[in-house]
């Protein structure tokens, strides 16, 4: 069990009877996310939002633009909102090779963990650092930016563990599995047959391991400054 259905706000849009089993999964996901994302705010004398779950195939409208199966998962600042294509879980389970219910929960954890960047102000800082950068340098702060997301879903797992007990043998590898797979070095090897580095945008697969990782082992919300110099 992954704990309570009761604050998840899930707007499904046309899934198949096949899909409703992880559409329900997700969902639970996105409220373990909530119950643990609230509680740390919490502790710091902050108040958590809670962001929408929308679940669709094909094409989905979001104030960030229209977006297709092929975009992957997001998180859409505008309507803080985290989109998700069913279709995808089966893609991480089939293309990237990264299968196991709980590589897809990492994946939602780390849409959650932007909106607990955009919460914190993090995310809007680095949009407008952005815009006054050249392209390289723009891209290295992104590759900051999904590491630390990242890292909040290590946060996520480590007090969702504690919380909920919801961890079966094997489950951090299939974490480490996903981002892994998600890594841009494993991605433009896997298109391109090579790499190249000054278009990372979401950090190597050892990277993005090494702060899920750090979230996961540390627990510490605080320990994520992947902006620091030489932090990554
Ligand atoms: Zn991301």
């Known amino acids: 069990m992954l704990g309570g259905l009761e604050n998840a706000q899930t707007q499904t849009v046309e899934t198949s009877a096949a899909e409703d089993s992880l559409a329900m999964f997700v969902s639970v996901v996105l ?11 919490e502790n710091s004398g902050q108040t958590y939002r809670q962001p929408k779950l929308v679940l669709f195939s094909g094409q989905v409208q979001s104030a960030c633009g229209m977006a297709s199966a092929a975009s992957g998962p997001f998180y859409c600042p505008g309507d803080e909102k985290v989109y998700i294509d069913l279709s995808f879980c089966n893609e991480l389970k089939n293309r990237l090779g990264a299968p196991g219910d709980f590589a897809i929960a990492y994946v939602i954890a ?3 963990g932007h909106h607990v960047q955009n919460l914190l102000g993090v995310l809007g ?8 950068m050249p392209e390289v340098e723009a891209n290295k702060l992104t590759v900051k930016l999904e590491l630390q997301a990242d890292f909040y879903a290590g946060i996520w797992a480590y007090h969702a563990q504690r919380k909920f007990d919801i961890l079966e043998p094997g489950d951090i590898e299939e974490a480490l599995g996903a981002a892994s797979a998600v890594g ?13 580095p000054d278009a990372f945008t979401h950090g190597t697969s ?27």
Request: cysteine-free.
């Open 31 to 41: 409220a373990d996310t909530e119950e643990v994302w609230a509680q740390i705010f």
């Open 110 to 112: 780390h849409e959650v």
């Open 125 to 132: 800082d680095v949009q407008q650092q952005r815009q006054r």
């Open 184 to 196: 841009d070095d494993h991605l433009q090897m896997q298109s391109q047959g090579r790499v190249v």
């Open 206 to 232: 050892a990277q993005r391991m090494k702060w899920f990782k750090k979230g996961w082992d540390t627990g510490d919300p605080g320990a994520g400054d992947t902006f620091g110099r030489g932090a990554v």
